[in-house]
């Protein structure tokens, strides 16, 4: 059968990679379109038609000011769709970009499948009913999700959650530190988010906090669309390295971590390493997002255990000083990071284990076969 799928951003990207791999060994005679990251091209063997690079616009004013790009890029989605006629069209997350895609490939009478659900829960939650009429299959990664769509009667899919996948696959690297030229010191790890709009606000604010933390080495998790001199705009003089696909072993080394909201944060719980998360975007964005949105918290930690479990610093709150107490209260005070990985037990609880692409793949298949 031939697969059409299609991911945004770089966390897409790895899902879709592994979704793809699962739907190879489903469907050995599988053939791949793809819109994407180098993750899903190498799992595909194909090139992508559009990078997420040249996809992913964070925030509502940042949305407006490319709104050509986005529409030179659905319309070329489009006509590649049209094309190719795929036995379905996979659509990861991206929902802005996605929903639109949907509504285009039911209109040609092509099977839609969801895999990862838009946060529809978290705001706009009447696109519900949009979903219902172009979605044929939902496959869901948050156990609250489930819930949620039940109150609307639309049966969705829960196949767990495909970081699970992506940790319990990922092969450490016993040698980071040396192959990456680290001291001995402990580590913070920077993760400063893959959007430039999210590095921009946020990465000036945290390499500033090498000035608290003389015993350990700040060290920067690099997103694969940016280059070590773009990174070094705002390191400056200060001696912060920079990895690049090495986010896992990272974490996996470090004392404590700052994180830019998104799945990242849900990463570095998974790693169990005690972290604050951050978040801080052009202000009118913020204004309206805290006008509609619909949930209590931005970190998915806690939004899955619904109570604050890691701390939230945005927009004014996400300053050098403020980040800096959360993480010497981490770092030095045994309680408080106890409290953090209790936390992080309640979720590992709550997120089941691993699995989330082969069943994800394997329902889709099925639907597939049986001409749902």
């Not at 469907?27 to 992508?48: K, R």
């Not at 004013?61 to 069209?89: F, H, M, Y």
Request: proline share 5%.
């Amino acid at each position: 059968m031939v697969y059409y799928i299609i991911a945004g951003e770089t966390s897409g990207d790895l899902h879709g990679a592994n979704l793809i791999k699962a739907l190879k060994k489903e469907d050995p005679d599988a053939i791949f379109h793809i819109v994407g990251g180098d993750q899903m091209a190498a799992a595909a063997g194909v090139p992508v038609l559009i990078h997420t690079s040249e996809m992913a616009f964070m925030g509502f004013i940042e949305v407006i000011k490319n709104l050509g790009s986005i529409a030179k890029n659905l319309k070329k989605v489009k006509e590649d769709i049209a094309r190719v006629q795929p036995d379905t069209v996979i659509l990861i997350d991206f929902p802005g970009f996605n929903l639109k895609i949907a509504a285009y490939a039911k209109k040609l009478g092509i099977t839609t499948c969801y895999y990862i659900s838009p946060k529809i829960w978290a705001w706009n939650q009447k696109r519900v009913y949009k979903i219902k009429k172009i979605v044929d299959h939902m496959f869901c990664i948050l156990p609250f999700e489930v819930k949620f769509y039940k109150q609307f009667h639309y049966p969705v899919d829960y196949v767990g959650n495909p970081l699970l996948d992506a940790i319990s696959a990922y092969s450490f690297n016993p040698n980071f530190k040396a192959d990456n030229g680290l001291s001995a010191q402990p580590i913070i790890a920077l993760l400063p988010g893959s959007r430039k709009m999210e590095i921009e606000n946020i990465l000036p604010e945290m390499v500033e906090l090498i000035r608290f933390f003389p015993v350990h080495q700040l060290v920067i998790a690099g997103a694969p669309n940016f280059d070590k001199a773009y990174y070094q705009r705002f390191i400056g003089d200060y001696d912060i390295p920079v990895v690049f696909d090495q986010t896992y072993d990272l974490l996996k080394h470090a004392e404590a971590a700052v994180v830019t909201s998104g799945t990242a944060t849900l990463e570095t719980a998974l790693l169990r390493v005690p972290q604050v998360v951050v978040y801080k975007a052009n202000p009118l964005s913020v204004m309206i997002a805290r006008a509609v949105i619909k949930v209590q918290f931005i970190s998915l930690v806690n939004l899955i255990n619904d109570y604050l479990s890691v701390r939230e610093l945005i927009q004014k709150d996400c300053n050098t000083r403020d980040i800096a107490e959360e993480l010497q209260e981490i770092i030095i005070n045994p309680e408080h990071r106890a409290s953090i990985m209790e936390n992080y037990d309640v979720l590992m609880e709550k997120m089941g284990t691993p699995g989330a692409s082969e069943k994800a793949a394997s329902l889709m298949v099925k639907y597939l076969k049986e001409g749902k």
